[in-house]
């Protein structure tokens, strides 16, 4: 017969025992970084969120980019790429990057890399979200507009996006 407290102590004991230890911050970056890329600034951000100190942080964040995990060049390119495939256009991409912390080197090397065309995301963009506009309707055409203008796209881009979908389209 047990009495007071007799086994309770024990299983609090051996549960405190199978507890894991306490990651090192080079081991929490890492684990943001597998699950995709990030910027020294954001990784830096998202650590300090998670108690780790500054200097730490700066430390594993060294460590882990002189270990090719951690590079903002990639970073950038992989955000250019993913943001372009979504309908985002130049601007809205650049200003994207520059609230990352990376330098206007940075994202302009990011922005030259693009291998995909700004004018056949634009044209893309339009025949799927605004059909009207690619088939004439002014209204259509300068809703079009106003969407284009907001993703990120320049009104010289806008503008022979509509004038392409209206040559391919009439």
Known sequence: MKGPGGGGGESSS?????RRPEPSPTQRALGLLTRREHSRQELARKLAH???AAEDAQAAIDKLAAAGWQDDARFAASVVRNRASAGYGPAFIRAELGMHGL???AIV???EGF???WMDNAR???ARRHPKAVAGDRT???KAADFLLRRGFSMEQVRAALRGSLD???
């Open 140 to 142: 259509a055409q300068h």
């Open 124 to 126: 893309g963009l339009l």
């Open 168 to 170: 391919a389209g009439g």
């Open 103 to 105: 330098g206007s080197e």
């Open 115 to 117: 291998e995909g065309d």
């Open 50 to 52: 998670r108690g780790v």
């Open 109 to 111: 090397f990011a922005m």
């Open 14 to 18: 051996s549960a405190q025992k199978r």
